[in-house]
């Protein structure tokens, strides 16, 4: 069941209800474990599908236990189609595509992003860490499609970070 969705939740606390309820002794702890488990992130992912519905795209979720955040935007390649775009202090580090928001949002809180965090993006992509990791990235990039040579890129990667090592000890 990837991503949740609050229907599926539903439809597990149901199956597992009944499997509680049946005479599969065996399996009752398992049932009562799954059963907390999904009576516990129903509420959640239902708070943050409705936080999504009044903030809509661009809504941003931070994740519980790492300095790493997504938000959910329309897919450029896939018309159509939904993204959430996973991004770190340093740059973005990748995406995942789905055919609704609520799919991402889904997708998201079962990554463990779970805490809305609306200007995240704004806040990151204004400091040096982020400029810095933003022209790692385009370096990376003409390496990979063979505009500049592997040591081209390596010493230019070595004069962002000099660059940026200057501009924080300053």
Wanted: charged fraction near 25%; include cysteine; glycine fraction near 8%.
């Amino acid at each position: 069941m990837r991503p949740s969705s609050v229907e599926g939740l539903k439809r597990s606390i149901e199956q597992w209800t009944r499997d509680l309820s049946s005479e599969r002794a065996a399996f009752a702890s398992l049932a009562k474990e799954m059963l907390e488990s999904f009576h516990a992130d129903l509420p959640v992912l239902e708070g943050l599908i409705e936080q999504y519905q009044a903030a809509g795209l661009g809504f941003t979720l931070k994740h519980r236990s790492m300095e790493s955040w997504g938000f959910v935007l329309r897919d450029a390649t896939e018309p159509g189609r939904y993204r959430w775009q996973e991004f770190k202090p340093f740059g973005f580090i990748g995406h995942h595509t789905h055919d609704t928001p609520e799919e991402c949002i889904g997708d998201m809180f079962d990554c463990g992003y779970i805490t809305p965090d609306p200007d995240a993006l704004d806040r990151l992509s204004a400091e040096p860490e982020w400029h810095r990791g933003m022209a790692v990235t385009l370096v990376i990039q003409q390496m990979n499609s063979r505009q500049i040579a592997w040591e081209e890129g390596h010493r230019q990667i070595e004069n962002i970070n000099a660059t940026y090592g200057k501009l924080e000890a300053a």
